[in-house]
């Protein structure tokens, strides 16, 4: 076995993008069978289908391997073609041209590393041709390749080729893309594919392949400053071990880095690893799993780096926007934002500008529409570690996702945002006490504890049981409770539903703020809407638990500890929950706690249990004294 | 990094990913080549051990050869195996046709074994070089409460954000091996030192490029003895890897069929 067949540089992806017809599919089946890239059952394949179907041999039948794409005649979905030109690898991504599948080929596009944008010479650029090269913009395509398709239909003639040639630089243009090349082709034909065009004597430039062959190898990550986030902590045997991707830069046993949210730091003691040569240094790219000394323990989602290398830190952040929902984007919607490892509750602060299209100008606007491209700012409810998104890294960008954990946009970020003269300036400020500090002095973290159910299910009997319970095991906890609520702090408020919203809001709020220093709340609120429950959990983040205090409405009637559904049965009381009001079950609580069956006590020891298992950490984490 | 390390670090970032958010999680190991990758893959991600257990879909119709390596391997690589039934075949889809409908008998195993460990993520060892169908996967493929694959649905997936919708009756189909193409899978098994079932190599000018039941799999013309020689043979091949699979060739969308339906 000789040494250069085990060793290769990855493969190099390249993306295929351009408007639907303008000979994408034609020219992946081309290129792969003018270099020889095709299996033999392949070409057979082709030959047959294209004869069953009455055509002569069409090379885009190769791709659209699925029976529903050729009875359709469009690619439904990004395919990942390997792709071998001499010795280089490539992997080619072949992204659909029908306009309402954006996610697919975002899909496909994300990670090239350059482009072929495909354009019907004859038709010049499209709807899609803009959009697709829009897309390329924002992910970050460093590399350009304008095929300039069906020259055929032009008859190879090189002054009409190059007025078509020129509108599409100028689009190019607009969108700040350089393009490295336009290659006059015809896919069909194999003009200017793998080989050299006879009809077109006066190209001098390379062809598509030798094109290929010049786009540079992905570029090194690792002299970057270090970028390690966390991708989970184990337990192994007696030894906690830190698994991650590096993302940017490398790390060296010995080295000290800065955890993240802590913000305290640890030295790298050991690269631990399974049937490899052991290691003391590991670079971008690798994922690795590390050990810490002193043994911190850092959460899912930290970015590791070194003390002098800090990344932006705030709590606003502008950034572009590839919105993939059906449904328009507005001003005020939350989100996830995943960050490689890290997720953040955010909230759209503005919508800065939004891309019209037809011309790839921006525009003022109150919402950015299905598929379409924006820049907005994002408001997190903490501080956010970040890098600005840079063509060639793998950080930097973000994707919203929505509260079923459904990717919605993709979000390269921009940078820190400046407060716009007008909007409303709250600058809250950080404690320089960490939530780490305070969770390591108490032993546990704080959290917050959501009891919704009906009236008399037992919210507040078990809570202030768990409470107590709590207390014995020197757990900080404390107690909301409706009435009391509603008896102080919310005693302006009535029952109509932006009243119970705006106590929901109020009582989430009161605990996110015991829970910042490091308190466990267990909040025992009706709380009937799962619209307000859901702006409880945005609105507390992190460390938000809720609980379905269950028993079912014959059993709450008979309780009746307040003899409130006497009241509302004689109608003395409306708008109550259960009998004129609407109760919204909990579809996936994190706690169900049915409270029919068993005593206050055994519900209360479940409660508690579950409490303390979120927030007590795990021993050797407490500060040594 | 070569090309090598860059696939074995992605695919134990995916397995990490998984074992973080999919709870409970197992690894189909069908006893072949690149599931055997993915085992140790697995151990490669964690340090040495695998953390969830492996699942063997049992159709009882594999090589004799096969049982005994997983009976030896489940105890060397100190596997939790879990093992499942198939049905019989006159259970199955009767419009399919024969060899795919005596493969669909696995994908019905699957299903019931889906259910019994109340799986939120499965772990598949499928590549898109393999087959055009399976091409179009995403790396977390989620799966409906029927198994089924709706392939013109599928949520976008980039920068390594996988999709992982909780919701009552999906399940994750995770594919750690989806950018590996035939022969990284061998160039990996040799530079690692993986164990694999013999009948992968040449006796009498015969060896299985791809292991299924016996009754649909057969071998082709080769003298490769070697996990070296196989390599140099796959440089120069230009058939396709499954061309021995018989559920593959009967008409042109059996094997489509097959997947929609759940097949891996």
Redesign the interface.
């Known amino acids: 076995m000789s040494n250069d067949i085990l060793r290769q540089d990855a493969a190099t992806p390249i993306v295929i993008v351009g408007h639907v017809d303008h000979g994408k599919s034609t020219l992946i089946g081309r290129l792969l069978h003018d270099t020889d890239n095709l299996p033999e059952g392949r070409v057979a394949q082709i030959i047959e289908s294209s004869r069953k179907r009455g055509l002569k041999v069409e090379w885009s039948f190769l791709l659209d391997s699925l029976q529903i794409e050729r009875d359709q005649g469009v690619t439904v979905d990004s395919t990942r073609i390997p792709f071998l030109l001499g010795n280089r690898q490539f992997v080619i991504v072949d992204a659909p041209g029908h306009r309402q599948f954006l996610r697919n080929m975002i899909t496909g596009a994300a990670d090239a590393e350059a482009a072929v944008l495909v354009v019907d010479a004859a038709e010049g650029a499209q709807e899609q041709t803009r959009r697709h090269a829009m897309l390329l913009r924002l992910i970050g395509i460093r590399h350009v390749i304008v095929l300039m398709n069906k020259v055929d239909l032009l008859d190879y003639d090189e002054q009409k080729i190059a007025a078509s040639e020129q509108s599409v630089a100028e689009l190019l243009k607009q969108l700040e893309i350089e393009p490295s090349l336009f290659i006059p082709a015809s896919a069909r034909e194999g003009d200017n594919i793998a080989s050299r065009s006879p009809q077109m004597a006066w190209y001098k430039g390379p062809t598509l392949t030798e094109a290929l062959a010049l786009v540079p190898s992905p570029a090194g990550r690792a002299d970057l400053p270090l970028r390690l986030p966390v991708q989970d902590v184990y337990r192994f045997d007696s030894k906690r071990v830190v698994a991650g991707r590096i993302e940017r830069g490398r790390i060296t046993v010995g080295d000290t880095l800065v955890i993240g949210t802590h913000g305290t730091t640890a030295r790298v003691a050991s690269i631990e690893s399974w049937h490899t040569a052991p290691q003391i240094s590991a670079v971008a790219g690798q994922s690795v799993a590390i050990t810490l000394e002193p043994d911190v323990i850092p959460d899912r989602g930290d970015l590791l780096h070194r003390p002098e290398e800090a990344p932006i830190r705030t709590a606003r952040i502008r950034s572009r926007l590839f919105w993939l929902r059906q449904e328009p984007l507005r001003v005020g919607e939350s989100f996830r934002l995943r960050l490689a490892t890290a997720e953040h509750q955010v909230t759209i602060a503005s919508i800065d500008s939004v891309v019209r299209l037809d011309d790839l100008t921006e525009h003022a606007s109150d919402h950015v529409p299905p598929e379409g491209f924006a820049e907005i700012t994002l408001a997190a409810s903490e501080s956010i570690l970040f890098d600005a998104f840079t063509p060639g890294t793998t950080d930097g960008r973000g994707v919203l996702v929505d509260r079923h954990q459904r990717i919605v946009g993709g979000a390269p970020l921009i940078g820190p945002a400046d407060i716009a003269s007008g909007t409303k300036a709250i600058h809250p400020t950080d404690s320089t006490v960490s939530l780490w500090d305070r969770a390591q002095a108490r032993g546990h973290r704080g959290g917050v504890f959501w009891m919704t159910g009906l009236p008399g299910a037992g919210k507040s009997t078990i809570a202030r049981a768990a409470e107590s319970r709590l207390f014995g095991q020197k757990i900080d906890v404390s107690v909301l409770d409706g009435d009391t609520l509603r008896a102080g702090l919310c005693a302006d408020l009535g029952f109509s539903e932006a009243d119970r919203t705006e106590n929901v809001r109020r009582a989430a709020a009161v605990a996110r703020i015991l829970a910042e220093t490091g308190q466990v709340v267990l909040v025992a609120l009706i709380s009937p809407r799962a619209a307000d429950r859901e702006l409880a959990r945005q609105v507390v983040g992190e460390g938000f638990h809720e609980i379905f205090v269950d028993a079912d409405q014959a059993t709450c009637e008979a309780r009746d500890p307040k003899g409130l559904y006497q009241a509302a049965r004689a109608g003395r009381i409306t708008g109550f929950t259960g009998i004129d009001a609407p109760y919204d079950t909990p579809a996936s609580p994190d706690l169900h706690l049915p409270t029919g069956t068993g005593s206050v006590g055994e519900v209360a020891d479940r409660l508690a249990a579950y409490v303390a298992d979120s927030v007590v950490l795990a021993e050797g984490t407490r500060r040594r004294s | 990094?070569?090309?090598?390390?860059?696939?074995?670090?992605?695919s134990?970032?995916i397995l990490?990913?998984a074992?973080?958010k999919l709870k409970p999680l197992a690894m189909l190991w069908s006893l072949g080549k690149d599931s055997n990758v993915m085992v140790w893959l697995a151990?490669?991600?964690?340090?040495?051990?695998v953390p969830f257990p492996v699942m063997h879909v049992d159709t009882g119709k594999k090589f004799p050869e096969m049982y005994r390596f997983r009976d030896e391997y489940t105890r060397k690589w100190e596997l939790e195996l879990l093992l499942g039934d198939c049905p019989p075949v006159e259970e199955i889809d009767p419009t399919l046709p024969p060899a795919a409908r005596s493969a669909a008998r696995k994908t019905a195993g699957l299903a019931t074994m889906i259910e019994k460990y109340k799986l939120e993520g499965v772990i598949a060892g499928i590549r898109?070089?393999e087959q055009?169908?399976r091409?179009?996967e995403?790396v977390f493929s989620p799966r409906g409460s029927s198994h089924k694959w709706d392939?013109?649905n599928?949520?976008?997936?980039?920068?390594?954000?996988y999709?992982?919708?909780?919701?009552e009756g999906v399940h994750i189909r995770v594919h750690p091996l989806l950018?590996w193409?035939e022969i990284d899978i061998w160039?990996y098994i040799?530079?690692?030192g993986i164990p694999l079932v013999d009948l992968y190599f040449s006796r009498n000018g015969k060896r299985y490029r791809s292991l299924g039941d016996q009754d649909i799999t057969s071998p082709i013309e080769s003298d490769a003895a070697t996990v070296?020689e196989v390599?140099a043979e796959l440089?120069t091949t230009?058939?396709?890897e499954r061309?021995g699979r018989a559920m593959d060739h009967e008409s042109?969308?059996a094997f489509?069929r097959l997947r929609v339906a759940g097949y891996l």
């Open positions: 990094m070569d090309d090598l390390d860059q696939l074995e670090a992605q134990i970032y990490r990913e074992y973080r151990r490669k991600a964690f340090l040495g051990r898109r070089d055009a169908t091409a179009k995403r392939v013109r599928q949520p976008p997936e980039f920068w390594d954000q999709a992982t919708p909780h919701e950018s193409r160039r040799e530079r690692e070296a390599i440089q230009r058939t396709s061309a042109e969308d489509e």
